[in-house]
């Protein structure tokens, strides 16, 4: 069974064609690189996505802080990594990087923050 | 007044204005970085989803997150950034530009060689796509609202209508889902959405975000909050069919309807502007009609991706840099010019002797399968390439070897065979 994958690693969109015979991937053509290449093994077998959103934080320049999961996480886990963010309050300051939460809800990703927040007087 | 000399003044602090200020403190200019805004990072900063830089850093990161790369770079390099601090005018004297600007701390004259210009896009209003109805609250453009969920940790409402089935109107909607309104509607007027396939998929489709083609708003209901809008189904040429009015009951509207270039400052200038992109016109490293005046990233038109936007950046540098030392330049400029199957391109003309092979951006007007892209000088095809699908929401880009040029003249014509 020929299956057609577009690659979301990137904005550039490959699509990308994997041929599954016999539960086994025979073949998979037109990715552009090797992160596209990863993408379709996982979208036919595991399909995964980064999660981003915000969480509090207290003394920074804005309410929220960005914040997303540091690896692609299993598609139906969205929902319960968001909802896991919502009690979340971190203080500032706070670096790029920065892991907010370990093993968000069993995924084996953490929540990293997505920038710098100096702590403002 | 606080008097400053520079080589070069780099006004914007978003990341085309970062990649220009690192390029040019790299290659050993004095320069300055003048942003109005608080902070440096531009728009990235609210564009919190992840897929930047793939190009240039080999990773999907957020836009934070990209644009912290390049702060991080320019601090670095040691090179003065200016903040809160708004150019009020501009004025070329004595060989020079001068650069007046004020902030809440100083009023500063700036004396520099060349400027780079990184004002990137506003959005198009509501008005500009001549809504009718009332205006009452409730109704935002998307980088509004990315704004303020996104930073402010505040939702729009409970019930959203989102015009507009492009990349961010497909982004917005999918924040919306995530931080809690689950009852949202998505209209456009094209027969499918207009963004990146990759959006469609994991901003729409994955969670079953509803929308509805060939639709748009006709007018907004509501008198002091909005109380819904009127949607009305419109044909192939985007025009309503009568009788397909319906009321949509809603509490916001969000609006992604494009994106155009803040070109009015060098437009004041004097600089020419190409009714295409509505951004400068400009030579093959982004210097525009005016001499010394550089434009870089969104200014020019709107990128689909960063990373692009960031190169004409560093092209841009390059630029300036044979601008300061004074290399040759055409006798007459080559121009550029568009075929049939092009809607709007980048840059213009052709107008140094030497230099890099030139980068050139496009956006075609029509859908083509297994398109041919071609350059012809007079009935010369100097170059062509192949892509295996072309469409107007795919910004091109493609390189032409400088040697094919040489020192020929006449007019280079782009086109999609």
Known sequence: MLNKVICVRCPRSCVISVLIEEDTIKSIEGYGCRLGLEYAKEEITNPKRTVCSTVRIIGGRYPRLPVRTSEPVPKEKIKEVINQLKGLTVKAPVRRGDVILRNVVGTGADIIAEMDVEETS | ?417
């Open chain 2, 1 to 417: 007044m606080k008097e400053i000399r520079k080589d070069v003044v780099v006004v914007g602090g978003g990341p085309s204005g970062l990649a220009a200020t690192a390029k040019l403190a790299e290659l050993g200019y004095d320069v300055a970085l003048v942003e109005s805004g608080d902070e440096l990072g531009g728009i990235l900063i609210q564009c919190i989803h992840d897929g930047f830089g793939t190009k240039l850093f080999g990773k999907a990161l957020s836009g934070p997150e990209f644009a912290g790369n390049f702060i991080e770079k320019v601090r670095g390099l040691g090179t003065d950034t200016f903040l809160q601090t708004h150019v009020t005018s501009v004025e070329r004297r004595d060989g020079h530009w001068i650069l007046e600007a004020v902030s809440p701390k100083e009023v500063i004259k700036f004396i520099s060689k060349a400027i780079v210009y990184a004002t990137g896009c506003r959005e198009r209003t509501p008005f500009e796509i001549l809504l009718g109805g009332t205006r009452p609250a409730g109704v935002y453009t998307a980088g509004m609202v990315q704004r303020l969920v996104n930073l402010y940790g505040v939702l729009p409402g409970k019930r959203v209508l989102i015009v507009g089935g492009g990349d961010v109107g497909m982004i917005v909607a999918r924040h919306l889902y995530l931080e809690g309104v689950e009852d949202l509607l998505v209209v456009f007027p094209e027969p499918w959405f207009v963004g990146l396939p990759r959006n469609v998929q994991q901003c729409i489709l994955d969670f079953g975000i509803q929308f509805r083609p060939r639709t748009i708003v006709k007018e907004i209901v509501g008198k002091e909050k909005v109380k819904g809008a009127i949607l009305v189904k419109v044909d192939e040429n985007w025009r309503p069919i009568k009788g397909t009015e319906e009321f949509y009951p809603c509490d916001s509207v969000v609006f992604s309807v494009g994106l155009v270039p803040n070109a009015s400052k060098l437009e004041e200038l004097g600089a020419d502007i190409d009714p295409r992109t509505r951004g400068p016109v400009v030579n093959e490293y982004f210097e525009t009609t005016l001499k010394g005046v550089f434009a870089v990233g969104n200014l020019l038109t709107p990128f689909d991706y960063v990373d692009d936007a960031v190169e004409t950046a560093f092209i841009a540098a390059e630029g300036v840099s044979k601008f300061l030392n004074n290399e040759p330049k055409r006798e007459k400029p080559l121009p550029i010019r568009p075929g049939r199957k092009v809607r709007l391109y980048i840059p213009h003309r052709i107008e140094w002797l030497q230099g890099r092979d030139l980068t050139l951006f496009f956006r075609p007007s029509v859908e083509e399968a297994n398109a041919k892209i071609s350059l012809k000088l007079g009935d010369l095809e100097v170059y062509y390439t192949r892509r295996p699908y072309v469409r107007p929401s795919l910004l091109e880009r493609i390189v032409l070897p400088r040697d094919r040029i040489g020192e020929k003249d006449g007019e280079v014509v782009l086109d999609v065979e």
